[in-house]
């Protein structure tokens, strides 16, 4: 149900468009801080980034299904698993999630806008530089190619020789930096910004996902950011962090990329699971059952996946006694994910089920996602890990889990929503085709490598002899690659003719229970024309029976917005937002001039430092507008 | 999107290849060189053949026809891995010299040029520097050519070696300024 | 074929069986929750043809079977947890009693293997093969020269990295005769994929015979053809790299040669052992095996020739 009338004459209606407009065209696109702009780059961009690593992929299908093949060398095929595996993990996976949370999140709180835009604008940049550094790399033949976990000594100043690895520590400079903005940005909009009464049990389930995975981020990224420029001191100042015969060690390099990299595969699934938390409730018409249980799970599952990180190195001279605590925190960690499959399931059955696209994805979730949580169960436990580490059985895991539990997620997160941003509806039966398409294509795909692993098929291997017997397996996972590209083509296509002359759509076309759904579709820059209250964990569902149910006394000449508190969301301070600004765009292109000269130069490390500082420095000077303007709400409120 | 947002798209791009084009040469990989000649291990000789050739004559020609390559990173890196497996550290230590004279200064008593350096190895020198012709494959010994030069900063500084993963006190290649001002690149 | 669910050694034979453990486990566990989803949906359906908007099932019973098979899933993993660390415990405790002793030091992209002994005389060298004696345990230093690279014989036991800086060992026996196949399981570079080398477990005496064998040095070439090629190898540069035992060849950075006509492979996996793979290889290592450490040598028919055919007497 739409929000009724919130009660603003046109007159106020008028200045609140004009308060939140961006200024015309070029100018505005380069500095609009709207969160709902800004996400729609991000998750355009990260799609792209997607398309990029199935074409790499793809090849590598095509590559190996015959032994012998000679479509690929050794020195470009370890450039492009190591391409595919760094775009998809770094340039999709997290920045999708990250964008799609960023759209939704000041829309779900009851808020108009993120609490930091100036910064969530700038990870975009840094984002889309850091990216698009990598792939001229690769053009140019310095594409990584140590793997996407870039081990040392082989990526390290002896061995990964050229300037392929600086390429890759370089990259995670950037991404990391862009995944800590948002993280920060939305971690404190979810704390904070809430709209009065939404107290932290009636915050939506995917807000909390997101907030789960961005305090994650906060805590992992540094990890791998300091590992890679270790690495980087290592290749260009002649450091021996990693150097064994001058008391370094190899080891380190693992431990620091671990310690992020189990941790990551969690920041992407951790939000699909908050994607599912919001899609199951309106699809199965009732409010989600355990909804205490699945907020403390996605906690629980937070903590845990940091105590997980040694079961990527169990074939490493650690103490075996060490390794088995790690399978205990393993197998730990499937305990919440359980409780919300489970809980979702009774939610489902205490429902009354309608059964439309996005549904359909959360089923295929379902199947998907166990096939490879219980995969990684038998991953998690070391002698079996020992005989499948680094074999095709794990290539089969991992693309069960980040297909099942992301992908698919996503798919159906992007059917769910995409009225909600275009205005428009996708068409349910190419839907339809999509998701069949890509259910019989994947499986074909990736089940049988599970057969190739236990068959002594290790991974990252370029070609492979007759004898080995891989051949008619390979063949059959990629005829499956083949049909699964025919179901990303139709979903394109979808997404495009829906965006061009799709149905147009209503504010809330699924009768969804959050508060997104009481924005117009698309919504207004300004989100909502006065800031909602609520009184239930299901806002459109349950108004408020008796009080206010808007916010009244908020100006709508200047850009304001409500700081509630951390526990009750009562009203605390008043806040006004940031002004469109040239200066998130101008300080990325700094920090991206910066970072690709440090790869040429140690001079540049140093000397390229200066533009950043000056360009954050102009970022945060206060004008004499500003300052005027907040002087004048203190006066006259 | 708009034409805005494409044009400033394709700007970044072309940005940004035009930084790496220069990859192109120094991540090359050639793995089928030229080979060796047919009468290059003729004059070997016999085992005890290690011995110093004639004084600053060799097959300048030949040595300028091909196979050098200082643009290559890996061309370095194989040849800096020649270096220590066919013990030149023996006697010219990781570049500062013992027995032999140091590689990494700027004093070059039979010449720097590529073809000086390769005739230097492959014919040998009084005083001690073996003939390692017929020993060393040619495409071997551009390839240490290359690394040696690299000792003294004279090959392009993104494409050098940096610090082996070894017990080791010298700077690496890649930070190696030459030391006469002519030598800069 | 290479198969971790064909044991022929007590420690594989212990993950076979933690493999169907699991496997058994986790299908019942599948087919469970894709049964409750499936019952979910269908009654979810049903419900939903029935008007109204009142929710339709009582939390309570959902609570109940919420919460009971949560524990389920508990106890299940802890048992699981239990039988792995049992089966990781049970790998440890092979007993080593007369345990045969080697060192293996892999390199980008062949395996040395040098087998050891308490008479120094006694100890050799091969590459690219690791022939054990069958019942006997085997007890494998593992030390890595370059970048980390990882031993794994499918068939005997789980996989241990070698990484450059530490050393480690990997215990294992055969117990009964057969070829298997190990391949290099951590990615090291440019040959990666052509890092095998092959197993080969014999009966005692016959193993007997063979560390005998490997332990003579290189028999004298009689054919003229050989005497040149074995003339050639010593005064070219193979023997810069390789070492042939009783001759003055003695490097030690590509695989010692000294028995290589014996061996089935060549290029550590690259390609089967025989006189005209063998020339090919020779002549132009970058065809089969590109960006390998061996340069192409493109002698003259007759050179290569001879040189073939003393590498032939190095059986």
């Known amino acids: 149900m739409a929000e009724a009338s919130s009660g603003l004459d046109a007159q106020a209606q008028a200045e609140l468009a004009r308060a939140w407009s961006d200024p015309p065209t070029f100018k505005g696109w380069i500095c609009t801080l709207d969160h709902k702009a800004i996400a729609r780059r991000f998750v355009v961009t990260a799609l792209l980034f997607f398309f990029a690593g199935g074409v790499l992929g793809g090849l590598m299908r095509h590559q190996l299904s015959e032994p012998g093949k000679t479509l690929v060398g050794p020195d470009l095929y370890n450039q492009v698993f190591t391409m595919h595996g760094t775009t998809m993990m770094f340039l999709f996976a997290v920045p999708v999630m990250q964008g799609v949370a960023l759209y939704l999140l000041p829309l779900m709180v009851g808020t108009r806008n993120t609490a930091f835009p100036r910064m969530s604008a700038c990870s975009y940049w840094i984002y889309l530089i850091g990216g698009l550094t990598l792939f001229a790399g690769f053009a140019c033949n310095t594409g990584a190619d140590a793997g996407w976990f870039s081990y040392v000594p082989l990526a390290g100043p002896e061995y990964g020789f050229g300037k392929r690895s600086d390429f890759w520590n370089v990259l995670v400079n950037f991404t990391e930096a862009t995944g800590l903005m948002l993280a920060v940005d939305l971690a404190t909009t979810a704390l904070k910004m809430r709209a009065p009464g939404m107290s932290l049990l009636r915050m939506p389930l995917f807000v909390w996902a997101t907030m789960v995975s961005s305090v994650m981020i906060i805590f992992a990224m540094p990890t791998v950011m300091l590992g890679a420029n270790l690495v980087q001191f290592d290749r260009m100042a002649g450091t021996h962090f990693f150097n064994p015969a001058e008391g370094g060690d190899a080891l380190l390099w693992q431990h620091m990329f671990w310690y992020f990299g189990h941790p990551e595969v969690y920041f992407i699934f951790v939000p699909a699971l908050g ?65 919300q499959l489970f809980c979702w399931i009774a939610t489902i059955a205490g429902g009354r089920l309608v059964l439309k696209t996005p549904m359909l994805f959360i089923a295929g979730f379902f199947a998907t996602l166990m096939i490879g949580g219980l995969t990684g169960i038998m991953l998690g ?25 992301a992908l698919y997620p996503l798919f159906g997160a992007i059917y769910y929503w995409f009225p909600k941003v275009y205005g428009r509806m996708l068409d349910e039966r190419l839907g339809r085709w999509q998701f069949w398409l890509l259910s019989i294509g994947f499986n074909l795909t990736f089940f049988p490598l599970h057969v190739l692993g236990l068959h002594g098929m290790p991974r990252r291997i370029y070609t492979y002899t007759a004898d080995t017997g891989w051949g008619p397996l390979k063949f059959v996972s990629w005829v499956g690659a083949m049909i699964e590209d025919a179901s990303m083509a139709l979903f394109v296509f979808n997404i495009v003719r829906a965006v061009w002359k799709g149905r147009p759509a209503e504010p809330d076309p699924w009768d969804g229970p959050t508060l997104e759904w009481a924005a117009s579709s698309p919504p207004a820059p300004y989100n909502f024309e006065r800031i909602p209250v609520v009184a239930s964990a299901e806002p459109l569902w349950s108004p408020p029976a008796s009080g206010p149910r808007w916010v009244a006394g908020l100006s709508t000449k200047l850009r304001e917005g409500l700081v509630t508190t951390v526990l009750d969301a009562l009203p605390d301070v008043r806040y006004l937002y940031p002004t469109p600004s040239p200066w998130p765009i101008v300080a990325a292109f700094t920090v991206g001039f910066w970072l690709v000269w440090s790869i040429f130069s140690n001079k540049g490390m140093l000397i390229g430092l200066l533009p950043p500082t000056i360009a954050f420095i102009a970022w945060y000077w206060p004008t004499k507008e500003e300052a005027d303007a907040e002087l004048e709400v203190e006066k006259r409120p | 999107m708009s034409s805005v947002c494409r044009r400033a798209g394709a700007a970044t791009a072309l940005a940004a290849v035009l930084l790496a084009v220069p990859g192109c040469e120094r991540e090359a990989r050639r793995f089928d060189k030229v080979p060796v000649a047919p009468d290059a291990r003729a004059r070997a000789g016999a085992l005890a053949s290690f011995t110093a050739g004639p004084p600053g004559r060799g097959l300048r020609e030949r040595a300028a026809a091909g196979g050098y390559d200082e643009r290559s990173a890996w061309t370095l890196a194989q040849g800096k891995r020649w270096y220590r497996w066919f013990n030149c550290i023996g006697c010219h230590a990781q570049g500062g010299g013992g027995s032999g004279p140091a590689l990494m200064d700027a004093g070059w008593t039979y010449g720097k040029t590529p073809g000086d350096i390769f005739t230097t190895l492959m014919d040998g020198r009084p005083n001690g520097m073996p003939a390692f012709r017929g020993r060393i494959p040619e495409e071997q010994a551009w390839q240490i050519v290359a690394y040696v030069r690299s000792l003294s900063g004279l090959v392009p500084s993104d494409a050098a070696p940096n610090r082996g993963d070894e017990l080791h006190g010298a700077e690496p290649e890649e930070l190696r300024e030459p030391t006469r001002p002519e030598d800069k690149r | 074929m290479s198969d971790a669910l064909d044991a022929a050694g007590p420690q594989a034979a212990w993950i076979a069986r933690l493999w169907w453990i699991s496997l058994w486990l986790c299908l019942a566990v599948f087919i469970g929750v894709m049964a409750a989803l499936g019952l979910a949906l269908w009654r979810s359906h049903r419900a939903a043809r ?44 092979l007993p080593r009693g007369d345990a045969l002793s080697i060192r293996v030091t892999a390199h980008q992209w062949w395996w040395e293997m040098v087998y050891e002994d308490a008479r120094a ?67 090291c570079g440019l040959q990666h994929a052509f ?30 053809d050989a005497v040149r090629g074995r003339e050639l190898f010593l005064t070219g540069s193979c023997m810069l790299c390789h070492a042939v035992q009783g001759t003055s060849a003695q490097g030690r950075r590509g695989p010692d040669l000294t028995h290589f006509a014996s061996r089935s492979h060549i290029g550590a996996g690259s390609i089967a052992n025989s006189p005209q793979a063998l020339a090919r290889w020779i002549e132009d290592p970058q065809k089969l095996k590109p960006g390998a450490n061996m340069p192409s040598h493109f002698l003259p028919a007759d050179d290569l020739a001879a040189l073939v055919a003393y590498l032939e007497t190095l059986t």
């Open chain 3, 121 to 187: 005389d006694h100890v050799f060298a091969t590459a690219n093969e690791l022939v054990i004696p069958v019942g006997r345990p085997v007890v494998v230093t593992l030390e890595a020269d370059d970048v980390i690279h990882s031993f794994w014989v499918p068939n005997l036991h789980g996989k241990k990295d070698l990484i450059p800086g530490r050393s480690t060992t990997i215990e294992f026996r055969a117990d009964r005769a057969g070829r298997f196949v190990g391949r290099c399981a951590e990615f």
């Open chain 1, 275 to 339: 994607m599912i938390s919001a899609i199951i409730p309106t699809f199965a018409r009732r409010p989600m059952f355990g909804h205490r249980a699945i907020v403390l799970s996605l906690i629980a599952t937070g903590f845990l996946s940091f105590g997980l990180w040694v079961h990527h190195m169990y074939a490493t001279n650690l103490p075996e006694l060490g390794k088995s605590f790690f399978t205990a925190m393993s197998f730990m960690i499937a305990i919440p994910s359980a409780v």
């Open chain 3, 195 to 224: 890092m095998a080398y092959d197993v080969v477990a014999l009966p005692p005496d016959r193993y007997a015979q063979w560390a005998e064998h490997e332990r003579a040095s290189a028999p004298e070439p009689q054919a003229a």
């Open chain 1, 381 to 405: 436990s070391v002698p079996l890990d020992l005989q499948v580490h680094d074999t095709y059985f794990v290539v089969a895991h991992l693309h069960y889990v980040l297909i099942g539990g």
């Open chain 3, 50 to 93: 029935t008007a109204g908007d009142a929710p339709v099932r009582k939390d309570r019973a959902l609570r109940v079977l919420v919460g009971s098979a949560t524990l389920l899933s508990s106890v299940l993993l802890v048992g699981l947890l239990e039988v792995s660390v049992l089966t990781d415990r049970a790998l440890e405790r």
